[in-house]
């Protein structure tokens, strides 16, 4: 067995001040993007293995114990849808040839009906249809001898029933919409 001896401190144990010599500071240059570098690629390939493991529970469909099971979402609720009414060809002769000639198919018109009656006006006008959509116009020179021309007209079968009730006892006219 060695036995230490403890030698007590004296100054001239201590080895003597070396000095540094002067040298200017290393500049090392791109060390900021390899840090950066070397930084993105750690979180890469944690963010990869992440990914990759939810990937794989979701396709096995692993829930744990604690986890409810996904339900699929409500189906959307709808409004109950009214029936579009089913659009008939109306023939209406209208009074005034020279409005007529203004019309277009496509255009859109209120039919008005004014009672006539051989002694004179006989009651207030009335709009027989709304917002009735042309379908066809005479051609040039399809006109009755008393003004009057033929149009026809694209409305559901109830307005073509007034349209056709109105067309016997009032002269029409249209205005456009």
């Not at 409005?99 to 255009?107: I, K």
Request: charged content about 20%.
């Amino acid at each position: 067995m060695t036995t230490h001896s403890c030698l007590p401190h004296t100054p001239t144990s201590v080895p003597a001040p070396c000095g540094v010599p002067q040298f200017d500071p290393l500049r090392v240059r791109g060390g900021r993007l390899r840090l950066r570098r070397a930084l993105r690629r750690r979180r890469r390939a944690p963010a990869a293995v992440l990914a990759m493991t939810a990937a794989a529970l979701a396709a096995t469909g692993v829930a744990g114990a604690d986890d409810p099971v996904p339900q699929p979402p409500p189906p959307p609720v709808r409004e109950p849808q009214r029936p579009v009414p089913q659009l008939v060809s109306a023939p209406v002769r209208i009074a005034d040839a020279a409005t007529v000639r203004l019309l277009r198919p496509g255009d859109r018109v209120d039919v008005i009906a004014a009672p006539h009656s051989p002694a004179g006006p006989a009651g207030e006008a009335r709009v027989v249809a709304s917002a009735a959509r042309v379908a066809e116009v005479p051609r040039p020179g399809e006109t009755r001898p008393d003004g009057g021309a033929l149009i026809v007209l694209s409305v559901p079968r109830s307005t073509a029933t007034a349209l056709a009730g109105a067309g016997l006892t009032s002269q029409l006219a249209v205005t456009l919409c």
